[in-house]
């Protein structure tokens, strides 16, 4: 079974821009979650969507969002870039307690 | 506010020893503890998980540990392997609310 993917692997934007992460669950996960991780707070949780509805949601403002298809790929979403949103983001999918990661996706914000 | 704290940052072991890392949690309404293992450049993976019905678990070189009265677990590697070298995070859910995560411990083992 495939794992976790996520598209692109490294991204470089700057300032002010707004950028897109994608993820695809393994073949029949219909729970995806997203994370940031940086060297100082760890992995920190972005939210999760189940069944295309929003189902958890972490601390984060209103310019990180997400969504789920019916095939259950999700999109992240983040607008109005800041210095500070340069992180690895990481997806994971899910049937139960334990998650599976992607290999995540290196956004650096110039 | 950190519901899940790994307050070492880091900790370094000769290979064949044991490596103890420790995790402690506030949320009481938490009842299952996973571990995870990361490596640069890769994703996290599922390492060894317990529910609040046990108080240890154990699979191969990993054994955690749960003291549900401190709010306290600790992932004991034995013996510790150069290949153990990674960051290794402690995950703490409870019922429908999110797995929280503590920030990590940089496991160095040196042969």
């Known amino acids: 079974k495939a794992g976790v993917t996520q598209t692109p692997r490294y991204l470089i934007k700057t300032r002010g821009q707004q950028v897109t992460l994608s993820c695809s669950p393994i073949?029949?996960?219909?729970?995806v979650s997203w994370y940031q991780q940086t060297p100082g707070q760890g992995l920190q949780f972005l939210f999760e969507?189940?069944?295309?509805?929003?189902?958890n949601k972490g601390n984060f403002p209103g310019r990180f969002s997400g969504r789920q298809f019916s095939n259950s790929r999700s999109e992240m979403n983040v607008s109005t870039l800041e210095l500070g949103d340069s992180a690895l983001y990481l997806c994971a999918s899910s049937t139960g307690q334990e998650q599976y990661f992607g290999p995540g996706t290196r956004l650096t914000v110039t | 506010d950190q519901q899940v704290k790994q307050n070492s940052p880091s900790l370094s072991v000769q290979e064949g020893r044991i490596s103890i890392l420790n995790c402690d949690y506030t949320?009481?309404?938490?009842?299952?503890f996973l571990w995870y293992k990361k490596y640069p450049a890769e994703g996290p993976t599922f390492l060894i998980s317990i529910s609040s019905i046990k108080d240890k678990n154990e699979d191969g070189r990993f054994t955690v540990f749960l003291n549900k009265s401190a709010k306290h677990l600790s992932l004991h590697i034995v013996p510790s392997q150069p290949g153990d070298s990674a960051v290794y995070f402690c995950g703490s859910q409870g019922g429908s609310e999110k797995l929280v995560f503590g920030k990590g411990t940089k496991l160095t083992v040196n042969p």
């Open positions: 949320n009481s309404m938490f009842d299952y």
């Open positions: 073949s029949g996960h219909r729970s």
């Open positions: 969507y189940f069944s295309e509805t929003q189902r």
